[in-house]
């Protein structure tokens, strides 16, 4: 029996029920961010958690993705992921972005995916759920950080409970020291330029503090 069920005085079967469930969402043109969604989907399945791993649907026009042989290239390689929807985000008790920067912001994907939230937001589906956030640009000071707040923004909107890993662990120091959530540079040739192994260290300690928190939310709100 896990702490949580001691500490309540949950049964094993009820245990098994009450599994905290996280939904990571993600938005990439090139495969950064799916890759650290990938790394936090590892990490919050090894922190017990039932997890969803979904994509931001896609909105710019074919023609712009075909013009870019990376983005049309990560587009056909993830076109099996499913895309994810405010039903999902309902069902999770923790949620997860992983998003690139544009403009010290999020992608106009993220925001068109917001902006369908609505119905959810208005009957209060979305608060009291733990979110962290992730992100990437092309410099080591090419937004991300503006990035992350930004999100939250739309989450303090939601009544969700931001659990960002501030310091509490070394391995954010290790990763460039972003407090408000993991985030990485991308080189020109589409790939990680920072320190993988720390990134990934970073990234899992995040996804396991945030299904901690989305633990103790459920447990709360049971």
Not at 20 to 34: D, E, L, Q, W
Not at 113 to 127: N, S, V
Request: charged share 15%; proline share 4%.
């Amino acid at each position: 029996m896990g702490f949580f069920a001691k500490l309540f005085g949950k049964s094993t079967t009820e245990e098994t029920v009450n599994v905290t469930k996280t939904a990571i969402v993600y938005y990439s043109s090139g495969g950064t961010n799916y890759q650290l969604a990938q790394w936090a989907k590892e990490a919050a399945e090894a922190a017990g958690s039932e997890v969803r791993l979904m994509k931001v649907a896609e909105t710019a026009p074919q023609a712009a993705i075909d013009s870019t042989p990376s983005w049309k290239a990560h587009t056909e390689a993830t076109k099996d992921v499913p895309v994810a929807t405010g039903d999902d985000l309902e069902w999770a008790d923790a949620i997860i972005f992983s998003v690139p920067t544009r403009f010290g912001n999020v992608a106009s994907q993220v925001q068109s995916f917001f902006d369908t939230l609505g119905g959810h937001w208005f009957q209060g589906k979305l608060a009291n759920k733990a979110v962290s956030a992730m992100s990437s640009a092309q410099n080591p000071h090419g937004g991300q950080e503006a990035t992350i707040l930004s999100l939250y923004t739309t989450m303090y909107h939601w009544g969700a409970i931001v659990a960002a890993p501030g310091f509490t662990d070394p391995v954010t120091f290790a990763a460039g020291g972003n407090p408000y959530g993991t985030s990485v540079t991308v080189g020109q040739d589409g790939k990680i330029a920072d320190d993988e192994a720390a990134i990934k260290a970073a990234v899992a300690h995040q996804a396991k503090r945030t299904v901690q928190v989305g633990t103790v939310l459920k447990q709360l709100n049971a």
